[in-house]
């Protein structure tokens, strides 16, 4: 069994290096990186994309492939340098005494194997149990990651899973070794938030029953605040600051640090208050890192003679933890948050732009050859149910909703990509449901655009920036003729912050925010009163997404625009909409103002969805609700309430069979629910501010 | 790992810088580059053809001499020998070269654009296009190639343009397979929402947003397809069904000279080697690219 608990910690990285050497020479990932990780205890490896904290995961599991290779350094696992070792003792520790949980859980499982079959592999493998023994125990695991059902999974193929249970099912594979670390690579990233706070509480459970300890590798503040005890930022291959996470959060000392926190939303703070600011600048390459301060072009307290020599960690004085690497640490004082003070100013509401009413949209699936013999064996998924919704002149709507909500469907329906099956939508008076987007007239197109999620699809690779914006200025006849069609392609680049030099640039020389950019700048070509935005910021880092939040609705402000910002990033909404609409299972269960969705009474999904959001802000203590239970498919949605399979305020038979009615709240309030307005109402916020009394 | 390069002036100079960063990286492959050699090598011959000192490629001259030998006239030298017929193989071999390039580039051009156009009605339309189209394919993938050639060549009669038309019969129901499958992963791309989304028509979607972005996987497949091509046009040659005589034809050249066996060992083997060479230089060429396209 377990080994007695042995003196000093389980992991102990020591000035390591990591460089990837590829053709264009030794390419430094990670630079003097120390870190202690003692038996139970929770680290976590906060960071944007390119900072090295995968690379530092790698090195540990000796994972780095070819290219890359540890240039100097130690890791010691329990007091043994992993850095000599050879293949066959690596495999010793690897799977067996260090963990790994990667972020797609599909990369983790053969898709051809069973269940069962790999999970036996770990106990075989590792721990020479006999078969009845390992089988026993892997049920036994699968039951304690709190599956359902655990011999139907035991016995099914990963795809006839959801994506919440297959990470469930790695995580006790990883489990089933007993190992003394875990290390897990944005282990939640690609789940929807009420199935990630339920899996984040099972790590916790479980690495304090074992005393497992915990290496988390996220760019998401709040998951590392919900999580670890301890925490280190790095930027640019090096750890910048560290400490308790509770001391790092709440008196963060290095201006990336802070930098990293005043450009995500916090709840309780709005555009008003303390809008985002982006970290000014990008990441230096690899191989152009500044000789001194890494952080140093990008800072606004650079000090020649003081940050451009080269940066060590420093203690802070007073008995903490923390350690800065920042030579002016002791000058720097970031400046008191902004707070709301009330509901945010009231902007006259303009005129209708957008009415939908009872919109459905079902797709066919299973349109196969045996429909013949099955008759009309084709299944239906209805994606959108019953939609209403109002949407006026300059202001900021947002969807929200957990994958398969049908919040996307919605945005295709709406720009013509896919037709309605039944209801209406008028757009200006003018309806417009059944018209595919090729039916409808130029000038209409022009007026409702889209921008889309993923900035690495948005443009096409072929044709540079230019040529595809001066397309969408001929094909809406806002100019003709060589010149003034690429003056118009100049003033679009102007409106997006971006230099004339990129009308020649391809798409694979741009970064992903300046690629959403361009994505802005052609849908708001054409001088549209309406656009679409789906999940447009969700694919960048958080420095970068706080620059094209701001972009983006500073141009709608200004134009007026009405925008539908379809999302599942709640603090974003809270951030910038002024109406909220809440989407389960192709339904709409509660909308209104946005003050009025996040403050009681709530509707008890959006209540779960808002507990679920982890919030990096130390000051704000979230309740927490866990839901059980999956997302039912969309194939089978529940009878009645589609909410009554996870409800946890579910008031009885009731909620089965018939469907909600539609409560009014005030003026613009709306809660499809079966529980009494009383009831309802008599919920508690969900956010609670320790700092400020009276905050909403 | 993802590096930024400075931009071009102009979209000439991107161009120029483009068609350099190409040729860059197949420097880097050692696979591509001795393709790319062999290649030139064919190629550069079929052009000079008409500038070298050759011996005409029809003239019987003496017969059967063996390689390097000194013609009567104490002056021609036969390189490489000369065929039963009395004619020099060096310079058949190097006519040959003319013609089997020419042809095999007008066949796989054509099979090209007849799988393209297949392929890109069947993955962006969908449906009943798709349905069709692809049953089309399978029942013309489903029969021997070799007899699909002698089929369609002994109905309409061997010349140049039927073996074109053999070849695209044989050859575009497998690029628009291709094409089809790489259009049904491109047509999900934001991209191509975006192209409808402001109301592009179909014409422009298939050849401005998806094939160009297919273009990859193509050159790659086009490479290994002028190989099979060469193949083809050579054994079509050999049966006796190929480029019509007297022009020199590598296939043919093979052919003639069977019945004599060992005797004309040479006449039969540089033949031979040259459509091994060729094809080798395609194959070399295509798995080359495949390995840049892999790495970038």
Known sequence: MRAPPEEGPVLACEGLCVSYFTRAGEIPAVVDFDLRIAPGEAVGLVGESGCGKSTVALAIMRYLGRAGRIVAGRIRFRGRDLVPLGERELRRIRGARIGMIYQEPMASLNPSMKIGAQLLEVPLCHRNLRRGEARERALEMLARVGLPDTRRIFGSYPHQLSGGQQQRVVIAMALLADPDLLLLDEPTTALDVTIEAGILDLVGDISARFGTALLYISHNLGLIRRTCDRVAVMYAGEVVEEGGVEEVFGAMRHPYTQGLFDAVPLPGSDRATRPLRPIPGRLPLPQERPRGCVFGPRCAHFRAGICDRRQRMEALTGGRLQRVRCARHGEIRRPPRGRSTGPPEAREPGAVMLEVRGLDKEYAVGDGPFTLFTGDGRRRIRANRKLDLLAREGETLAIVGESGCGKSTFAKVLVGLEPATAGRIRFEGREVAAAPVEKRERELVARLQMIFQNPFETLNPSLTVGAQIARVVRKFGLARGREEVRRRVFELLELVKLPREFFWRRPRQLSGGQKQRIGIARAFAGDPKLVVADEPVSALDVSVQAAVVELLTDIQRRRRTTLLFISHDLSLVRYLADRVVVMYLGRIVEQGTAEAVFTPPYHPYTEALLSAVPVADPAVVTRRIILEGELPSALEPPSGCPFHTRCPRKAGALCEEREPPEQRFGADHRIACHLPAEELARGATVFRDAGLPGFP | ?296
Not at chain 2, 51 to 68: C, T
């Open chain 2, 1 to 296: 790992m993802r590096r930024l390069r400075a931009p071009g002036p102009g979209e000439a100079a991107s161009a120029a810088t483009a068609l350099r960063r190409a040729l860059g990286s197949l420097r880097e492959s050692p696979l591509a580059i001795t393709g790319a050699a062999i290649l030139a090598f064919w190629l550069a011959m079929a052009v000079l053809a008409p500038v070298l000192p050759l011996a005409d490629p029809n003239l019987p001259l003496e017969p059967l001499r063996p390689p390097l030998s000194v013609g009567a006239d104490g002056s021609t030298t036969f390189w490489l020998g000369t065929d039963i017929k009395g004619r020099d193989v060096l310079s058949r071999l190097i006519w040959g070269a003319r013609r089997v390039l020419v042809w095999a580039g007008l066949a796989t051009l054509a099979a090209y654009l007849v799988g393209i156009a297949m392929g890109l009605v069947a993955g962006y339309r969908g449906g009943w296009w798709d349905e069709a189209l692809s049953f089309l394919a399978n029942l013309l993938l489903s029969f021997p190639v070799m007899v699909l050639y002698i089929v369609v060549i002994t109905r309409i009669g061997a010349s140049p343009i039927n073996i074109v038309l053999a070849v695209t019969f044989a050859s575009a129901p497998a690029i628009m397979r291709i094409v089809r499958g790489l259009v049904l992963d491109l047509k999900t791309r934001d991209y191509v929402l975006a192209a409808r989304t402001r109301g592009e028509g179909a014409l422009w979607i298939m050849f401005v947003e998806l094939l160009p972005n297919a273009r990859g996987p193509l050159i790659v497949d086009a490479c290994l397809r002028m190989g099979y091509t060469t193949i083809a046009l050579a054994t079509l040659g050999f049966l006796g069904l190929g480029l019509p005589p007297p022009d020199p034809d590598w296939g043919a050249m093979i052919a003639e000279t069977q019945p004599m066996g060992a005797f004309a060992g040479h006449a039969m083997l540089f033949p031979a080697l040259a459509v091994s060479s060729l094809v080798l230089g395609f194959n070399l060429l295509a798995d080359g690219l495949r390995e840049i396209s892999l790495r970038d």
